[in-house]
């Protein structure tokens, strides 16, 4: 009988290990796998008049991202327009 208590308070300390090393790596996987991709630059233009071909009120905007930090991202966005 002692035989088959030990054995079930063996297991179950074993078994809070686990879990306390489970918790503490599902914590820390979401960091892990959080790895910064590069951003693409991005452009987008006006529909009605094209920018391709000069037409004069056309515009577009150029899009550019990168990350500086840890939940920080630096923005670029340059809006080019045809003039006259």
């Known amino acids: 009988m002692n035989f088959i ?5 063996k297991n179950k300390f074993i078994l809070i290990v686990v879990l306390v090393i489970s918790a503490f790596g599902l914590l820390f ?3 892990v796998l959080a790895i910064p991709a590069p951003i693409e ?3 987008f233009s006006s529909k009605e008049l094209s920018y391709e071909e000069n037409e004069e009120g056309s515009w577009k905007v150029d899009k ?3 990350w500086t930090g840890r939940e920080k991202l630096e923005l670029h966005l340059m809006l080019i327009q045809k003039d006259s």
């Open 64 to 66: 550019s991202a990168r």
């Open 41 to 43: 630059k991005i452009t």
């Open 5 to 9: 208590k030990q054995s079930v308070l």
């Open 29 to 31: 996987l979401g960091n």
